[in-house]
């Protein structure tokens, strides 16, 4: 049986989760939007249309990208990291975390104490 997440760990999780995921529909809104544009626009003005069509393709990657380094950022202010490396525990799609308690990066437990050498 995996070992159960702690619970202020969970809050937290879910807590980084909620904002990384409401940030995700804005960058999804925004491609939508501009792609839609895009088109429209490429009918009577192509260069502009298709600009805009470029430009739409960018929002995704690089929305994604800073939506991700963001949680991990405010995982790290919030202590949502690993008590053993030190590492964010924010690494979607979380299985590593929850089905077995472990750190995505060190691939120790996080319900464990760390390990005090040389105390």
Known sequence: MPAPLPLELDHKLRTIARSHNRYLVWIVGV??????A???ISQTQRTLG???LGGSL???????MLASRWA???SVAMGF????CGASLYEPPHTR????????????????EPDRKGT
């Open 50 to 52: 298709f600009s805009i």
């Open 58 to 64: 960018v929002v995704p990657l690089g929305g994604v």
């Open 97 to 112: 975390l929850l089905t077995r308690g472990e750190c995505p990066k060190c691939k120790q437990s996080v319900s464990a």
């Open 81 to 84: 990291v690993c008590p053993h």
């Open 31 to 36: 491609w939508f939007i501009l792609t839609i």
């Open 38 to 40: 895009g088109l429209k």
């Open 72 to 74: 991990k950022k405010q």
